[in-house]
């Protein structure tokens, strides 16, 4: 329960829920159907208090969809009074079911050391259960977390772990992050050739208009050159040979 003084203590970092709504579709979470699909619509036609009733109903009967968004549009105060104490109540709800974007948020909330509800160990639980349903982001974060050692002990082959989970689903950050534990020997041995295969990968992504991904891709490019000259023309055939096998496996047994 978050209450009177301790609202304003609560620093709340949603997901994109307007974004979440428009690309559910192209998610691993299940398509939307019925009285929640019927709230996007009413949503998405500026009647928040029309979709705020509509879910309503699906939310009280263990609809976690419909749960989580009803979350979003209170913590947002989007079109509608803020309320944090409602909006966290569904938001905990959905999250103990399961849905991987209410366990997400709520892990968010959690690991920010300006809230009263700061749970890191807590909030890696809630992470562990959306990496184990597959979500790339879930997956990413935790590598994060194990490779920094900050809200939890550092552990590399933890780290290691994640980092290939989210690796396999084609996700950028990760090839890069497991370049830099071969490039270093962090929870692996060290292996400039692997560190090479992976930075290659990385530095070579499509990228689009995302700055962070591109970032990211550059750093890789950066790693990659130094790398390539530093095993030199056999090494860097080797590891242009692991990384072709390595698409070809669609990125999966790279290692």
């Known amino acids: 329960m978050v209450s009177g003084a301790e609202q304003m203590r609560v620093h709340v970092r949603i997901g994109f829920f307007v974004l979440f709504v428009l ?5 691993n979470y299940q398509a ?4 929640v699909e019927d ?18 109903v699906p939310a009280t009967q263990g609809s976690a969809e419909a749960q989580y968004r009803l979350a979003q549009v ?17 938001l905990n709800l959905a999250a103990e079911r399961h849905f991987p974007p209410a366990l997400i948020d709520l892990a968010d909330l959690k690991l920010d050391p300006r809230n009263v509800m700061y749970e890191p160990d807590q909030a890696i639980a809630l992470l562990r259960d959306a990496a184990g349903q597959g ?8 590598g994060k977390i194990y490779r ?7 552990d ?13 689903q084609g996700d950028l950050e990760s090839h890069y992050r497991l370049g830099e534990l071969y490039r270093y020997g962090y929870g692996v041995d060290q292996n400039n050739t692997k560190a090479l295969m992976w930075m290659s990968i990385a530095a070579s992504a499509i990228t689009g208009n995302n700055p962070q991904l591109k970032k990211v891709a550059h750093s890789a490019a950066i790693a990659r050159d130094e790398l390539s000259r530093l095993i030199g023309p056999a090494g860097r055939a080797e590891a242009d040979e692991m990384a072709s096998r390595c698409w070809q496996a ?6």
Not at 23 to 27: G, I, M, N, V
Not at 32 to 35: D, E, I, K, S, V
């Open 23 to 27: 690309l559910s579709a192209a998610t």
């Open 156 to 168: 590399f082959t933890e780290a290691l772990h994640f980092y290939r989970l989210a690796a396999v």
């Open 74 to 90: 209170y913590l947002s105060g989007q079109s509608v009074a803020r309320d944090l104490e409602l909006g966290l109540r569904w």
């Open 135 to 142: 979500v790339v982001q879930a997956q990413r974060h935790l």
């Open 148 to 154: 920094e050692g900050k809200v939890a002990a550092q």
């Open 32 to 35: 939307y159907a019925g009285p």
């Open 250 to 255: 669609k990125l999966a047994n790279c290692d």
């Open 39 to 56: 709230g996007d619509r009413l949503y998405m036609a500026g009647d928040i208090s029309g979709a705020i009733g509509i879910w309503t």
